[in-house]
């Protein structure tokens, strides 16, 4: 038996579990081996029966022959370790939801509360009515009262609270689409029980 060969028939046989291609490599990389050399060792241990190969989706998975089974006992070997893997699979799969679910998490808690938002949508809604307002009573004036200069300073303030708004509201939406992500109610509901006014809801002018 080839050196190579040997070494992977000897990690397998005392690790004396599944294994996929990749991880032996792993855990033979630092002896020297490539992973040429493992698949190829990997090949000539399943033709001489020493090892079995047993495809799962498009992975194949490894394991030892036990010398002193009998063809039964081989097969409910082989039985629990393809159950093995399922496991494994299915582990690997609950870790990776619950790190997407801690990080989603931890993005909620950086974001203003409802009622933080709430309040800043509120007072820059203010904002803007009375900037309106006041905007509209220029108009009527013929631009006789206020100079160029103060107007587009108006202008400018409005411009930039109107800025600020958009903002602002992009953030309460980002926070209500997360929220109704997880939530049975529909949107409409949702934002009734928490007393959400949209633009609509209470005639905002189009920004």
Same mark, same amino acid.
């Given at each position: ?77 082989? =039985? *629990?370790? @393809?159950?093995?893997? !399922?496991?494994?699979? $299915? %582990?690997? #799969? ?83 689409? =997360? *929220?109704? @992500?997880?939530?049975? !109610?529909?949107?409409? $509901? %949702?934002? #009734? ?15």
């Amino acid at each position: 038996m080839g050196s190579e060969k040997k070494n992977v028939y000897d990690f397998m046989a005392t690790a004396n579990r599944p294994f996929s291609g990749n991880d032996v490599f792993s855990n033979l990389q630092r002896q020297g081996i490539g992973k040429s050399a493992v698949e190829k060792a990997l090949d000539q241990l399943v033709k001489e029966n020493k090892i079995f190969m047993k495809l799962n989706g498009k992975q194949k998975i490894y394991c030892v022959v036990q010398p002193d089974s009998t063809a039964e006992d081989q097969k409910e070997i082989q =039985s *629990i370790d @393809e159950e093995l893997v !399922k496991i494994t699979e $299915a %582990l690997r #799969e609950v870790e990776r939801k619950y790190k997407q679910s801690e990080i989603e998490v931890k993005t909620l808690q950086s974001t203003c509360s409802i009622e933080e938002v709430k309040s800043k949508v509120s007072e820059t809604e203010k904002i803007i009515s009375e900037l309106k307002s006041h905007l509209e009573k220029m108009s009527k004036t013929g631009g006789n009262v206020v100079s160029l200069k103060d107007r587009e300073k108006v202008k400018k303030e409005y411009e930039t609270v109107t800025k600020e708004y958009r903002k602002r509201k992009r953030m309460c939406t980002d926070i209500l689409d =997360s *929220i109704l @992500e997880n939530c049975p !109610k529909p949107k409409k $509901a %949702l934002f #009734e029980e928490i007393g959400i006014e949209t633009d609509e809801s209470v005639a905002m002018p189009a920004l």
